[in-house]
């Protein structure tokens, strides 16, 4: 499966921003989607995950209750919706698909997009 990330882009703290995650050639509900992030100078990490299923979602500490996943099996995508963001959100944004499954850890994810760059300013 090919993955493109998009919605990236420069706000200010409180904003909210929504990136999108299209994803080409096998059956995208048979993946369970997730999002991740790398801050400059740190370790990629989890953010979300919405099962394959659709059932179930994942969050970090970091972001529950600001942020939302949510996929459309019609279109093939799934969103990241970030509100009351803070300029500790600021990474590159990567989403990542794995066959079933729901989980946080990136090493079983086997497909990865290209990443988006989000920054939040104070």
């Known amino acids: 499966v090919q993955l493109q990330a998009s919605g990236g882009g420069s706000v200010r703290a409180g904003d909210s921003l929504r990136l999108s995650c299209a994803a080409s050639?096998?059956?995208?509900?048979?993946?369970?989607m997730g999002w991740f992030r790398q801050a400059p100078g740190k370790e990629r990490e989890f953010v979300a995950a919405?099962?394959?299923?659709?059932?179930?979602?994942l969050y970090s500490d970091s972001v529950k209750g600001r942020f939302t996943i949510s996929r459309d099996n019609v279109k093939n995508t799934v969103h990241l919706l970030m509100a009351s963001l803070k300029p500790e959100d600021t990474a590159i944004y990567y989403c990542?698909?794995?066959?079933?499954?729901?989980?946080?850890?990136?090493?079983?994810?086997?497909?990865w997009g290209q990443g988006t760059q989000v920054t939040v300013s104070s």
């Open positions: 050639g096998r059956t995208f509900n048979s993946y369970t």
């Open positions: 919405d099962s394959w299923s659709g059932g179930s979602t």
């Open positions: 990542a698909a794995r066959e079933y499954g729901l989980d946080k850890f990136q090493n079983l994810y086997n497909y």
